[in-house]
Protein backbone atom coordinates (compact mmCIF):
# COMPACT_ATOMS: atom_id res chain seq x y z
CA UNK A 1 0.00 0.00 0.00
CA UNK A 2 0.99 3.72 -0.56
CA UNK A 3 2.12 5.52 2.71
CA UNK A 4 -1.25 7.54 2.48
CA UNK A 5 -3.33 4.01 2.27
CA UNK A 6 -1.21 2.73 5.28
CA UNK A 7 -2.26 5.89 7.63
CA UNK A 8 -5.50 5.51 5.90
CA UNK A 9 -6.20 1.63 7.47
CA UNK A 10 -4.07 2.79 11.02
CA UNK A 11 -6.26 5.70 11.32
CA UNK A 12 -10.11 5.12 9.53
CA UNK A 13 -9.59 0.87 10.49
CA UNK A 14 -11.01 0.94 13.53
CA UNK A 15 -14.03 2.57 12.12
CA UNK A 16 -15.11 1.23 8.93
CA UNK A 17 -13.36 -2.36 9.24
CA UNK A 18 -15.22 -5.01 11.38
CA UNK A 19 -12.49 -7.15 13.19
CA UNK A 20 -13.33 -10.51 12.41
CA UNK A 21 -11.90 -13.67 13.98
CA UNK A 22 -9.78 -15.95 11.68
CA UNK A 23 -10.23 -19.89 11.05
CA UNK A 24 -7.18 -21.36 9.85
CA UNK A 25 -6.78 -19.47 6.76
CA UNK A 26 -5.41 -15.68 6.71
CA UNK A 27 -8.72 -13.94 5.25
CA UNK A 28 -11.41 -16.78 6.57
CA UNK A 29 -14.19 -16.04 8.81
CA UNK A 30 -14.02 -18.48 12.30
CA UNK A 31 -17.59 -20.49 11.96
CA UNK A 32 -19.57 -18.88 14.89
CA UNK A 33 -18.49 -15.66 14.42
CA UNK A 34 -21.70 -14.00 13.41
CA UNK A 35 -22.42 -10.50 14.03
CA UNK A 36 -25.36 -8.88 15.16
CA UNK A 37 -25.61 -5.80 12.47
CA UNK A 38 -27.83 -3.74 14.76
CA UNK A 39 -24.99 -3.47 17.00
CA UNK A 40 -22.55 -2.81 14.24
CA UNK A 41 -24.70 -0.24 12.64
CA UNK A 42 -25.87 1.11 15.49
CA UNK A 43 -29.79 0.66 14.14
CA UNK A 44 -32.00 -1.20 12.22
CA UNK A 45 -32.27 -0.88 8.36
CA UNK A 46 -31.68 -2.11 4.98
CA UNK A 47 -28.41 -4.02 4.39
CA UNK A 48 -27.25 -3.81 1.52
CA UNK A 49 -23.81 -6.00 0.80
CA UNK A 50 -20.79 -5.53 -2.34
CA UNK A 51 -18.84 -8.49 -2.76
CA UNK A 52 -15.78 -7.46 -4.37
CA UNK A 53 -16.10 -3.97 -3.55
CA UNK A 54 -12.09 -3.07 -5.43
CA UNK A 55 -11.55 0.64 -4.58
CA UNK A 56 -15.01 0.98 -3.31
CA UNK A 57 -16.23 3.48 -6.25
CA UNK A 58 -19.43 1.86 -6.57
CA UNK A 59 -20.32 1.24 -2.88
CA UNK A 60 -19.43 4.51 -1.83
CA UNK A 61 -21.62 6.44 -3.82
CA UNK A 62 -24.76 4.39 -3.14
CA UNK A 63 -24.07 4.83 0.66
CA UNK A 64 -23.45 8.34 0.27
CA UNK A 65 -26.88 8.21 -2.18
CA UNK A 66 -28.81 6.19 0.26
CA UNK A 67 -28.32 7.15 3.87
CA UNK A 68 -31.51 5.04 4.71
CA UNK A 69 -29.71 2.12 4.68
CA UNK A 70 -26.54 -0.03 5.81
CA UNK A 71 -23.97 -0.76 3.22
CA UNK A 72 -20.81 -3.75 4.13
CA UNK A 73 -17.89 -3.81 1.14
CA UNK A 74 -16.08 -7.26 1.44
CA UNK A 75 -12.97 -7.42 -0.56
CA UNK A 76 -9.92 -9.47 -0.16
CA UNK A 77 -7.22 -6.71 -1.36
CA UNK A 78 -6.28 -4.36 1.71
CA UNK A 79 -5.27 -1.73 -0.69
CA UNK A 80 -8.79 -1.18 -2.21
CA UNK A 81 -9.99 -1.37 1.24
CA UNK A 82 -8.05 1.54 2.35
CA UNK A 83 -8.96 3.50 -0.57
CA UNK A 84 -12.66 2.79 -0.02
CA UNK A 85 -12.03 4.30 3.83
CA UNK A 86 -10.75 7.34 2.47
CA UNK A 87 -12.94 7.98 0.08
CA UNK A 88 -16.01 6.86 2.23
CA UNK A 89 -14.70 9.72 4.96
CA UNK A 90 -14.48 12.16 2.21
CA UNK A 91 -18.35 11.45 1.63
CA UNK A 92 -19.59 11.67 4.94
CA UNK A 93 -20.31 7.47 4.37
CA UNK A 94 -21.10 6.55 8.04
CA UNK A 95 -23.69 3.92 7.07
CA UNK A 96 -20.60 2.01 5.59
CA UNK A 97 -18.24 -0.91 7.12
CA UNK A 98 -15.79 -2.92 5.17
CA UNK A 99 -14.63 -6.27 6.06
CA UNK A 100 -11.28 -8.02 5.00
CA UNK A 101 -12.38 -11.75 3.66
CA UNK A 102 -13.29 -13.93 1.69
CA UNK A 103 -17.05 -13.34 0.38
CA UNK A 104 -19.21 -16.62 0.66
CA UNK A 105 -17.14 -17.57 4.40
CA UNK A 106 -18.69 -13.75 5.11
CA UNK A 107 -22.05 -14.83 3.94
CA UNK A 108 -22.05 -17.81 5.75
CA UNK A 109 -20.34 -17.21 9.07
CA UNK A 110 -20.30 -13.54 9.48
CA UNK A 111 -23.66 -12.33 8.53
CA UNK A 112 -26.93 -13.79 10.31
CA UNK A 113 -29.42 -15.80 8.11
CA UNK A 114 -31.76 -13.78 6.21
CA UNK A 115 -30.70 -10.54 6.86
CA UNK A 116 -29.29 -9.36 3.86
CA UNK A 117 -31.53 -6.88 1.37
CA UNK A 118 -29.75 -6.60 -1.17
CA UNK A 119 -26.52 -9.06 -2.55
CA UNK A 120 -24.25 -6.74 -5.00
CA UNK A 121 -22.31 -9.51 -7.63
CA UNK A 122 -20.74 -6.17 -9.89
CA UNK A 123 -18.04 -7.18 -12.54
CA UNK A 124 -16.10 -10.08 -10.24
CA UNK A 125 -12.97 -11.59 -11.82
CA UNK A 126 -13.53 -13.88 -15.06
CA UNK A 127 -10.77 -16.01 -14.52
CA UNK A 128 -11.35 -16.33 -18.03
CA UNK A 129 -8.21 -18.68 -19.14
CA UNK A 130 -10.37 -22.16 -19.38
CA UNK A 131 -7.90 -23.78 -16.81
CA UNK A 132 -8.93 -20.95 -14.23
CA UNK A 133 -12.99 -21.02 -14.33
CA UNK A 134 -13.33 -22.98 -11.77
CA UNK A 135 -12.01 -20.13 -9.28
CA UNK A 136 -15.20 -18.38 -10.43
CA UNK A 137 -17.14 -16.83 -8.06
CA UNK A 138 -20.97 -17.75 -9.02
CA UNK A 139 -21.04 -21.31 -8.53
CA UNK A 140 -23.94 -23.19 -7.04
CA UNK A 141 -22.35 -23.46 -4.36
CA UNK A 142 -22.20 -19.42 -3.81
CA UNK A 143 -26.00 -19.54 -4.53
CA UNK A 144 -26.36 -21.62 -1.90
CA UNK A 145 -24.81 -19.48 0.33
CA UNK A 146 -26.41 -15.87 -1.06
CA UNK A 147 -29.71 -17.15 -0.30
CA UNK A 148 -29.03 -18.32 3.32
CA UNK A 149 -28.04 -14.67 3.78
CA UNK A 150 -30.88 -12.69 1.72
CA UNK A 151 -34.03 -12.16 3.48
CA UNK A 152 -37.10 -13.78 1.82
CA UNK A 153 -37.39 -10.87 -1.26
CA UNK A 154 -34.16 -10.10 -1.06
CA UNK A 155 -32.68 -9.19 -4.46
CA UNK A 156 -29.04 -10.64 -5.87
CA UNK A 157 -27.75 -7.93 -8.74
CA UNK A 158 -25.04 -9.34 -10.97
CA UNK A 159 -23.09 -7.80 -13.80
CA UNK A 160 -19.94 -8.69 -15.91
CA UNK A 161 -19.15 -7.74 -19.26
CA UNK A 162 -17.65 -11.07 -19.93
CA UNK A 163 -20.14 -12.98 -21.99
CA UNK A 164 -19.29 -16.54 -20.60
CA UNK A 165 -19.43 -15.21 -17.43
CA UNK A 166 -22.39 -13.88 -17.63
CA UNK A 167 -24.42 -17.22 -19.29
CA UNK A 168 -22.44 -19.75 -16.73
CA UNK A 169 -23.97 -16.93 -14.06
CA UNK A 170 -27.58 -17.27 -15.61
CA UNK A 171 -27.43 -21.02 -16.00
CA UNK A 172 -26.68 -21.63 -12.15
CA UNK A 173 -28.95 -19.46 -10.85
CA UNK A 174 -31.97 -20.06 -13.30
CA UNK A 175 -31.16 -23.93 -11.72
CA UNK A 176 -31.58 -22.32 -8.57
CA UNK A 177 -34.20 -23.45 -5.93
CA UNK A 178 -33.94 -20.84 -3.76
CA UNK A 179 -34.47 -17.88 -6.29
CA UNK A 180 -36.10 -16.77 -9.70
CA UNK A 181 -35.51 -14.53 -12.37
CA UNK A 182 -36.22 -10.36 -11.88
CA UNK A 183 -36.20 -9.82 -15.34
CA UNK A 184 -38.07 -10.69 -18.28
CA UNK A 185 -36.14 -11.44 -21.66
CA UNK A 186 -32.29 -12.83 -21.91
CA UNK A 187 -30.99 -10.33 -19.45
CA UNK A 188 -31.47 -7.23 -16.61
CA UNK A 189 -32.10 -3.63 -17.36
CA UNK A 190 -29.02 -1.60 -16.26
CA UNK A 191 -29.20 -1.63 -12.41
CA UNK A 192 -29.68 1.99 -12.09
CA UNK A 193 -28.11 1.96 -8.79
CA UNK A 194 -24.32 1.35 -9.96
CA UNK A 195 -22.67 4.28 -10.72
CA UNK A 196 -20.81 4.46 -13.56
CA UNK A 197 -17.58 3.40 -12.46
CA UNK A 198 -13.68 3.81 -14.89
CA UNK A 199 -13.91 -0.27 -15.05
CA UNK A 200 -17.10 -0.53 -16.22
CA UNK A 201 -16.31 2.16 -18.82
CA UNK A 202 -12.85 0.98 -20.09
CA UNK A 203 -14.82 -2.47 -20.61
CA UNK A 204 -17.54 -0.92 -22.93
CA UNK A 205 -14.36 1.18 -24.67
CA UNK A 206 -12.68 -1.96 -25.75
CA UNK A 207 -16.07 -3.42 -27.16
CA UNK A 208 -17.43 -5.77 -24.45
CA UNK A 209 -21.07 -5.33 -23.65
CA UNK A 210 -21.94 -4.58 -20.08
CA UNK A 211 -24.86 -7.70 -19.01
CA UNK A 212 -27.00 -7.47 -15.96
CA UNK A 213 -28.71 -10.18 -14.12
CA UNK A 214 -31.36 -9.79 -11.20
CA UNK A 215 -32.69 -12.93 -8.72
CA UNK A 216 -35.26 -12.15 -6.34
CA UNK A 217 -34.80 -14.98 -3.06
CA UNK A 218 -38.08 -17.20 -2.42
CA UNK A 219 -40.03 -17.42 0.31
CA UNK A 220 -38.26 -19.81 2.81
CA UNK A 221 -41.12 -22.58 3.40
Same mark, same amino acid.
Given at each position: ?15 ? /? ?5 ? #???? %? ?10 ? #???? %? ?14 ? /? ?14 ? *? ?28 ? /? ?8 ? $????? *? ?15 ? $? ?5 ? $? ?24 ? %? ?33 ? *? ?15
Amino acid at each position: MSDGQERAWEDLGPRY /VIDTPRD #VAEL %SILPGSTIDPAS #VWGR %SAPLIVEIGSGQGHAI /VHAASSRPDADFLAIE *VFRAGIARTMLDAERAGADNLRLVEANAPE /VLDHLLPAAS $VSELW *VFFPDPWHKKKHTKRRL $VTPEFAA $VAALALKDGGMLRLATDWEDYALQMR %SVLHAADDFEPAFEGEWAPRFDGRVLTAFERKGAR *VGRDIRDLAYRRRPRT
